[in-house]
């Protein structure tokens, strides 16, 4: 983490937030995978940071860290090959809010990844994976998942289920993908959520000039909770995609969004390489031929819409653990 310290610019993540970042990174796991989720209005300072798992090992790992019964349970379940977790959950996603508590007292929510298409069992594994971290399940819960899984349209793909331990209401997310901007009002409606529509349908016809496809994120529980979330991703990165000027000049005229952020945003690619003295000899992969870079890349941004409240918008900051070949590594491009 330390060597990205220099483009992690202070609009972005405040030097408190980020000793604290730094601090419980030290003590997680090693990830290969991980990044920041930044509030870009004026007034909002918050910062998440999020981790990625791809082995029931690393769960384990936090163990040492946590020593968190429900977790451990769960750990043990997902690294049971026959335990329907196993076979549905392809990796595990960490998310902490930033805030004054302690790093031990920190609890994170839960995100997992779906290996499938509109999986049937989404309420099943979703009951399942919340009696294991004793977590008390809403009465209509199951019934409302099931809604939501059947009256997705053709195409859509459920990608997560996040279990929000950190949050105090008793609800679960749902991230789907696949959704036509012009079918995701239609959808909401189908799934029983009750709000005014006027200005959803404008932000979401705004949105489809810069975005070339969005998530959906909302909570399910004993209803479906009015906060949505539209989560906006562009398949290349600014330097080779002009949208992202406009949709961060879009965001910064309906002031969601300052010009000092939208700066530090813009400039947050790249990559630096990691000297091998930061790795263990199991990394090299590749072996003495083997560059290891830490890439930096705006994996999305989201525009939260929730009834009687402004608009908010997030960038998501990612880095990423890779190794290439110094042929394929573009010698200017590194920074």
């Known amino acids: 983490m330390q ?27 090693a990830f290969s995978y991980g990044g920041f989720e ?17 082995s029931n090992q690393a769960i384990n790992d936090l163990l040492n860290y946590y020593q968190w019964e429900p977790l451990k349970n769960l750990a043990q379940e ?35 990844t779906l290996n499938k298409q509109i999986d049937k069992n989404i309420p099943e594994l979703t009951q399942q994976a919340l009696r294991l971290l004793s977590r008390p399940i809403p009465s209509k819960l199951e019934s409302n998942l099931k809604l939501c899984v059947d009256c997705s349209p053709k195409g859509a793909s459920f990608l997560h289920i996040g279990i929000m331990l950190s949050r105090p ?14 079918r995701v009002l239609d959808y909401l409606r189908e799934i029983g959520w009750i709000a005014q529509t006027n200005r959803l349908r404008s932000l979401i016809a705004d949105l489809s000039n810069f975005a070339d496809h969005i998530h959906l994120a909302f909570d399910v529980g004993d209803t479906i909770f009015p906060r ?7 398949k290349q990165q600014p330097k080779y995609e002009p949208r992202w000027q406009l949709f961060l000049d879009y965001l910064v005229k309906q002031e969601l969004c300052t010009p000092a952020k939208q700066n530090a945003l813009l400039s947050w690619p790249g990559f630096s390489q ?18 290891n870079i830490l890439g930096r890349s705006i994996s999305h941004i989201k525009i939260v819409e929730q009834p009687n409240f402004p608009l908010e918008a997030k960038a998501y900051l990612a880095i990423a653990q890779r190794w290439f070949e ?6 200017k491009e590194a920074n």
């Open 326 to 331: 110094p042929d394929l590594l573009p010698e």
């Open 38 to 54: 930044s509030h870009l209005g004026s007034k909002q300072s918050q910062v998440d940071f999020f981790v990625r798992y791809f």
């Open 78 to 112: 997902w690294a049971d090959i026959k335990s329907p977790l196993h076979q549905k959950f392809t990796d595990i996603w960490l998310e902490f809010d930033i805030n004054e508590q302690s790093l031990q007292r920190l609890i994170p929510g839960i995100f997992f």
């Open 169 to 182: 209401h008793q609800a679960i997310r749902l991230d789907v993908a696949g959704i036509a901007f012009d």
């Open 3 to 29: 060597i990205i310290n220099p483009y992690i610019y202070h609009q972005l993540v405040s030097p408190q937030f980020l000793s604290q970042i730094l601090a419980l990174s030290k003590i997680l796991p």
């Open 274 to 291: 990691i000297k091998s003295n930061h790795v263990s000899r199991d990394d090299y992969i590749l072996g003495n031929k083997g560059i």
């Open 228 to 234: 949505i979330g539209l989560e906006c991703f562009l």
